[in-house]
């Protein structure tokens, strides 16, 4: 079963940097692709950057060129790196396994971690 645990979170003020781990296991992580999820008070969750096995990238726009998600397989965790933190980054953050088929579609299994919280405040 898989299981997904994040750490990292704090709070921050705004211009500050945080990265954030996921660490995986009950899963071949290098076969999986690896995305960051947020959930912000009365927001839906929304999945903010992904890294594919093949180690592309994506983010959402408000995020692009702040944050940088990597993975390192050898050691099954997948990190943000958020940097030019904005008080709208302030949200619980989760990770996400998924697997890839043939097309490049990513099929997001249904398994959460507790999710870390992360406070852009002055």
């Known amino acids: 079963q898989v299981q997904l645990v994040e750490s990292g979170g704090g709070l921050v003020q705004p211009g500050g940097s945080l990265r954030l781990s996921c660490a995986a296991s009950g899963t071949i992580f290098s076969i999986q692709a690896m995305g960051w999820y947020r959930q912000a008070p009365g927001k839906q969750r929304e999945l903010v950057a992904y890294?594919?096995?093949?180690?592309?990238?994506n983010y959402i726009s408000s995020v692009k060129g702040r944050f940088t998600i990597s993975r390192d397989n050898a050691k099954d965790t997948a990190y943000l790196q958020m940097d030019s933190l904005k008080p709208e980054d302030t949200a619980v953050y989760y990770c996400?396994?998924?697997?890839?088929?043939?097309?490049?579609?990513?099929?997001?299994?249904?398994?959460w971690g507790q999710g870390t919280q992360v406070t852009v405040s002055s």
């Open positions: 890294v594919t096995t093949e180690r592309e990238t």
């Open positions: 996400r396994a998924g697997l890839e088929n043939p097309a490049g579609d990513i099929s997001w299994r249904d398994v």
